[in-house]
């Protein structure tokens, strides 16, 4: 190797290995040299500004900390902003909130409509000056001069509650109020409030003034299911926003704040009171004097009457909620934003569910103290047919079908037996009704008593509590025969059985799980049920049918693009389940529910304290469920599932099955209605029939009901009187009675306050 290489090139080689090196070590001290320099020069530079003593304290340390801490905050603010950008990712989002939807029944005939009303659009520029000043001096007066927060707006409603002990004024401008209206929830939660501030801002760096106060007018929900001002001037005053006047601007300006509370056509006393306010309000902005509101002070506006015009609001809120997650997932390319959708809502059905419910209550709430209910009727492919929500939209539009997540009790057993079926039981296998523990938690029965050796059959047909515990640890068992918690392991499989039935709520483990102390929806557990009569298919809710565009087009249909039934359990298991849960209705806790020649099964729940009563049931052609209880949560007058609930569910469905072919349920078989009038002479020799008792008030005699009974006494003593001294009269001297005469009035309402009084019996 050595003879390969020339000697002369090994010197060259390394007189440049030593060139190199030189170059470097005289670049580093070349380059240390210059720092320093530079430093020195820096220093000397900066010497100039130096400033010591209480100058420096002063001054300059607070500006020091004053920058850190700046753009720490910046570095939150961005943080904090981020999840409130993400809602402005999407292009379209101004139009994402801008449905405007007709909806009609499943017969195509008209019944309400939602979101906002594009063909009636108003300029800005025509909308009146009064409206337009009522709604500034009422919700924003420093509109135009913020910049999407009002801070010493925010600041003074601070002062005002802190004050006033409670919520008096509120702190949102019209751009805080209009990016909740477009992107968030009414959820009362700071990260809600967060996002609104950073959205605000981010509508005035995207829009003009006039563009906000326009999208607010047109966006604002204005209670009787109205979106803006055009369209509750339509709603209250059967006029356009053009042509209001300034006591009906006052009244609009009204509502911003609460739409039901002040909705003038539930409550005008407390829309004209608001509507007073609003005046007020422009007189203290200086936008009008006293002299030019005295007007409207002593001619309030006056609004439609709409009391007999029902609307199923519960149940069109449902849809259009339904409609706007499902226009999300047209193609983006699809820009459409007016539709007319045909719903599966029966009106007839929609009818006597709230009938039903509003009698109920009125009947027996007070005795039962129950204020609230809520039912859903489904047909076998999910097609929700009519929904109730509580007792009065006007007072409340929180939808306690679809929004309450209640304890559905021993109405949730079903998915226990049929996990049991599912895992080597039948309907008449063996459990002993004994007392069990798992952990420090014992159930008990209802009657806190003991059955001993019960068939599944019988166990579901009681309601007993102690069977599905049982059932949950012997599940477990089979699952894993040596675990050490068996019972965990069947609560996860009863879990998943709900699962597959439909069930989305969290349904968290709990030992307490089999007997239904996890919360449901009505919804939900209503359109689960229809997994039994549907041989074990299990399908999802829905409300639209169909789908098509203002010009007619079809655009979505429910039987071509909606979510097909999936096979959740065999047919064999849900045919087992329909034949024991029918012992329910014909000999168990739910005979009220009874269908005269409709094949019926179900089962009644009720929860610890009596806080909830449920029913919920199927025939061959629809599925119910009805729940009664209290919005507080507080308890009812000892109402059980069997009563309200049972009685509420069979009027409904006796309403549901007028002029319907009846259908067999898998496991029951075919019923057969009977004939209204028509009774053979052997019927009519029969021994009558013992009839089932109606759920009634609790068996005491209130202190009011033994005065009316008092009163009645008196006034039938009275009329014994008066009919005595009348037949002892001179009878040319004596005149027919009148209408209103003693003989006749205390007969009447002899007869009105006994029935009132009396328990009500068949």
């Not at 607070?62 to 720490?72: F, I, K, N, Q, Y």
């Not at 089979?478 to 989305?504: C, M, S, T, Y």
Request: aromatic residues 10%.
């Amino acid at each position: 190797m050595r003879q390969i290489i020339p000697p002369h090139w090994k010197q060259k080689v390394r007189n440049f290995f030593l060139d190199l090196d030189a170059r470097i070590d005289s670049s580093l001290f070349s380059s240390a040299k210059g720092i320093r320099e530079l430093y020195e020069r820096y220093s000397t530079f900066m010497d100039r500004f130096y400033v010591g003593r209480w100058k420096r304290w002063v001054f300059i340390e607070p500006l020091s900390e004053a920058a850190t801490l700046g753009l720490g905050g910046l570095v939150v603010m961005l943080t904090l902003a981020i999840p409130a950008f993400r809602e402005t990712a999407d292009e379209d989002w101004l139009k994402k909130s801008d449905l405007a939807v007709s909806f009609l029944d499943r017969y195509g005939n008209p019944i309400g409509s939602r979101g906002i009303k594009h063909n009636d659009s108003i300029p800005l520029e025509d909308f009146p000056d009064v409206l337009i000043k009522a709604t500034l001096a009422t919700e924003d007066r420093r509109f135009y001069e913020h910049f999407g927060i009002d801070i010493a707006g925010t600041a003074r409603a601070l002062v005002t509650n802190a004050q006033a002990g409670g919520v008096r004024q509120g702190g949102s401008s019209i751009t805080q109020q209009l990016a909740k209206n477009l992107f968030l929830s009414n959820e009362r939660t700071i990260e809600r409030k967060v996002n609104e501030a950073f959205l605000a801002v981010w509508l005035e760096w995207r829009l003009t003034k006039n563009e906000i106060l326009k999208l607010y007018l047109d966006r604002a929900y204005m209670g009787g299911g109205t979106f803006g001002v055009d369209g509750a001037a339509h709603f209250y005053f059967n006029k356009s926003a053009r042509d209001v006047t300034l006591a009906e601007a006052a009244m609009l300006a009204g509502l911003f704040k609460a739409p039901t509370k002040y909705a003038p056509h539930i409550n005008l006393p407390a829309a004209r009171a608001r509507a007073n306010v609003v005046l007020d309000n422009l007189v203290d902005a200086g936008f009008m004097t006293e002299g030019q509101v005295f007007g409207a002070r002593r001619n309030p506006a006056f609004a439609v009457d709409r009391r007999d015009e029902a609307s199923p609001n519960y149940y069109l809120d449902y849809a259009f909620d339904e409609m706007r997650k499902l226009v999300d997932t047209f193609p983006k390319s699809y820009t459409e934003r007016v539709f007319v959708v045909r719903l599966a809502i029966d009106a007839n059905v929609q009818k006597a569910a709230e009938d039903a419910v509003e009698n109920q209550l009125r009947q027996f709430g007070r005795d039962y103290h129950a204020t609230q209910a809520a039912t859903v009727v489904s047909d076998l492919d999910g097609g929700i047919r009519a929904m109730v929500g509580g007792r009065d939209y006007g007072a409340s539009q929180f939808n306690r079908a679809t929004d309450a997540y209640r304890q559905p009790g021993s109405s949730f057993k079903p998915y226990v037996y049929t996990t049991a079926l599912l895992n080597g039981f039948t309907p008449n296998s063996i459990v002993v009704d004994g007392p069990v523990c798992i952990g420090n938690w014992c159930p008990q029965n209802y009657g806190h008593s003991y059955s001993g050796s019960v068939t599944l059959t019988q166990a579901i047909t009681r309601s007993i509590n102690v069977v599905p515990v049982k059932l949950s640890i012997a599940i477990g068992q089979k699952e894993q025969p040596k675990a050490p918690n068996p019972a965990k392991i069947g609560r996860a499989k009863i879990v998943e059985v709900a699962r597959r039935f439909g069930l989305k709520a969290p349904l968290p483990d709990t030992p307490s799980l089999p007997i239904g102390s996890d919360e449901v929806t009505v919804l939900e557990h209503a359109v689960a049920y229809a997994t039994f009569p549907n041989r074990g298919k299990a399908v999802t809710p829905h409300s639209v049918l169909e789908v098509r565009t203002g010009a007619g087009d079809l655009v979505w249909r429910w039987d071509r693009d909606g979510p097909k039934p999936r096979q959740a359990i065999p047919a064999s298991v849900a045919a087992d389940m329909a034949g024991m849960m029918s012992h329910v209705v014909s000999e168990g806790t739910a005979r009220r529910a009874a269908l005269d020649g409709i094949p019926t099964a179900g089962k009644t729940g009720t929860t610890n304290a009596y806080r909830d009563a449920w029913f919920v049931g199927y025939t061959g052609n629809f599925t119910c469920a009805v729940w009664y209880g209290n919005d507080d949560y507080s308890p009812t007058n000892r109402m059980t599932g069997g009563s309200l609930p049972a009685q509420t569910w069979h009027d409904i469905m006796l309403a549901a099955h007028q002029g319907v072919e009846v259908r067999e349920i898998p496991g029951i078989g075919m019923g057969q209605k009977l004939p209204p009038q028509h009774v053979s002479n052997a019927q009519a020799n029969a021994a009558p029939k013992v009839l089932e008792t109606k759920p009634g008030p609790p068996p005491v005699l209130t202190k009011r009901g033994a005065d009316i009974l008092v009163r009645v006494e008196k006034l039938l003593d009275d009329a014994a009187k008066t009919a005595k001294k009348s037949a002892d009269a001179d009878t040319k001297a004596a005149r027919p009675p009148s209408a209103t005469s003693a003989l006749a009035f205390p007969q009447n309402y002899a007869e009105e306050n006994a029935n009132a009084s009396a328990p009500r019996k068949n």
